[in-house]
């Protein structure tokens, strides 16, 4: 940031998160993380405050919250795939707590909220492409629905408060420290799974398009959007174009020089068939440009990966540390 800020990250743990804290370092910021669990790669940072807490346990994050200036919001307590199970706990988990936190944001005073929402899933199944922020919002999973509710209150929030906030609808994101034993993330479990020598497996024929944005250009973004005023407040961040699974799979062969046999098995009904963003405004109103490509980005991911995976083999062997960098 231009001024330097105290900023809480909730969910600052995880994948994404773990990259914007990073960002917020080097730009000298005070860091605070509000989290469930520890970073699952790395050992604690000895500039950030860490509480630990459930989103859910109110006076944790009230706590977690006192003497910030501004808070980014990355938790979702569900995915895409896991939404639709229970939709009363994903309504609870998310939006009821989310409504409590921007309660806290507007009596803490807070100057900013940054919201991460999704632009994989509330447009739902696009009419045209690429897709712009004004496009109709269908969304087809629970968490997609969520993600729209929480957007709308924080427009109600802001004019019923004044609380000031932004919101980003990432694409799909990828890079390091993202879990390749995830059931999401495309590229990290085909490298995962590249690297402990096993088969791919992709369900449908392999013809459906995403966009893929590279987990550091993405956290620049949201670091952006933070830090700029303009009238828009809502900002898809991905990379502008679309790739088909067996696009990223030519990428990741010809990356790893690993010729891997694919599984293909049927369709599944929540999987829009083609997506990808219009980035046009975040481009021109944040002078935001994803500026790694896929087949940098993907190599980046293959160094993570096989390093991990040595380090896995070197625990089992009894040298090193569990998980920890
Ligand atoms: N990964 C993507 O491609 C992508 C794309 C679009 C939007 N998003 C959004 O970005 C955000 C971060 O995603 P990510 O991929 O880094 O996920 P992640 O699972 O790696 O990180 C989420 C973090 O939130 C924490 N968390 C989850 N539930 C919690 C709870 N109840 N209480 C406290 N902490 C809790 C987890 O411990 C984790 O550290 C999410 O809101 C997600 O919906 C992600």
């Given amino acids: 940031m231009t001024v330097k800020r105290n900023v809480l990250v909730l969910g600052g743990n995880g994948f994404i998160g773990s990259h914007l804290v990073d960002k917020l370092l080097a730009e000298g910021n005070g860091v ?11 050992k604690p940072l000895a500039r950030v405050d860490y509480h630990f807490g459930d989103f859910g346990n109110r006076s944790l994050l009230a706590g977690a919250l ?4 501004v808070v ?14 229970d939709p009363a706990f994903d309504v609870q988990s998310n939006v009821i707590e989310t409504l409590f ?3 806290q944001c507007v009596s803490k005073s807070i100057k900013k909220i940054v919201f991460v929402s999704s632009g994989g899933t509330i447009y739902g199944r696009p009419a045209a492409l690429p897709v712009a922020e004004e496009s109709p919002m269908e969304p087809e999973c629970s968490y997609g629905i969520i993600k729209l509710t929480i957007e709308k209150y924080l427009a109600l929030f802001n004019r019923l408060h004044g609380l000031d906030y932004a919101i ?5 994101a990828y890079g390091s420290r993202q879990n390749p034993d995830s059931i999401q ?5 085909f490298l995962g799974r590249i690297v402990r020598g096993e088969q791919l497996e992709i369900w449908g024929n392999g013809e459906v398009v995403r966009d893929y944005i590279y987990v ?8 952006k959007a933070a830090i700029t005023a303009t009238a828009d407040r809502i900002f898809n961040l991905g990379s502008g174009s679309g790739y088909s699974l067996n696009q990223i799979l030519a990428i990741i062969k010809a990356v790893t020089g690993n010729n891997v046999s694919v599984l293909y098995k049927a369709n599944r009904v929540f999987d829009v068939p083609e997506i990808f963003l219009d980035i046009t ?3 021109k109103l944040l002078c935001w440009v994803p500026a790694t490509s896929l087949e940098i980005g993907i190599k980046k991911t293959w160094a993570f990966i096989k390093k991990l995976q040595l380090r896995n083999e070197q625990t089992f062997q009894g040298s090193v540390r569990p998980d920890k960098e």
């Avoid at 980003?168 to 799909?172: E, L, Y």
Wanted: negative net charge; without cysteine; aromatic residues 8%.
């Fill in 32 to 42: 605070r993380v509000f989290d469930k669990y520890e970073e699952h790669y790395r």
């Fill in 66 to 69: 006192k003497d910030m200036d």
């Fill in 72 to 85: 980014f919001h990355l938790i979702n307590t569900t995915l895409p795939q896991t939404s639709n199970d």
């Fill in 101 to 103: 936190l921007l309660e």
């Fill in 168 to 172: 980003v609808r990432p694409s799909n």
């Fill in 185 to 189: 993330g495309a590229i990290s479990v």
């Fill in 216 to 223: 550091e250009d993405l956290v620049d973004g949201i670091h």
């Fill in 281 to 283: 405004r975040a481009r």
